[in-house]
């Protein structure tokens, strides 16, 4: 089976290996507590504390396995140089049909965060965009398709 690759930064998966040693070793040892007590309180069937608890701990196990799932497929982003799109750019552009200018920076899904203008490397903007050069004009493929200018590339030094 050919598992889809997780696009990140070295940065990023520093930050969620050490995410993933929390959930394991901190917070899913607290869950473990939390439902022992919550056994002791007796009947199971009303037992509301227990059954919190149950949620819980499928909830922490639902995200650690999530994050197994990247730490196993995973691709380091090279952020240097280049004078093309890529995954890992940081990119200005101009929409054409306001003249309005924004910047974003294209990474992987773990590390989207679009209200401070990071893509997913998935998005329709970076597809759009992924692989052209300075000056190149695109057609971003959405309900309302729009076109970009690529104003500005810049990667991490």
């Known amino acids: ?65 999530s994050i197994e799932h990247t730490l196993q497929n995973y691709v380091i982003i090279n952020t240097k140089g280049g004078s093309r799109v890529t995954i890992g750019s940081t990119v200005t552009l101009q929409f054409l049909d306001n003249k309005e200018k924004s910047t974003y920076t294209i990474l992987g899904g773990v590390e989207t965060d679009p209200l401070n203008g990071i893509i997913s490397n998935e998005s329709p903007l970076a597809q759009a965009i992924l692989d052209a050069k300075v000056g190149d004009k695109r057609t971003v493929q959405v309900a309302k398709p729009y076109e970009v200018i690529i104003i500005e590339i810049k990667s991490k030094k």
């Open 1 to 65: 089976m050919n598992e889809a690759k997780e696009y990140i930064t070295e940065e990023g998966l520093k930050a969620l290996q050490e995410k993933y040693d929390n959930l394991v070793h901190v917070v899913l040892e607290d869950v473990k507590k939390e439902i022992a007590e919550a056994r002791s309180h007796g009947d199971l069937s009303e037992n509301a504390d227990y059954d919190a608890a149950r949620e819980r701990q499928s909830q922490v196990q639902a995200e650690i396995d």
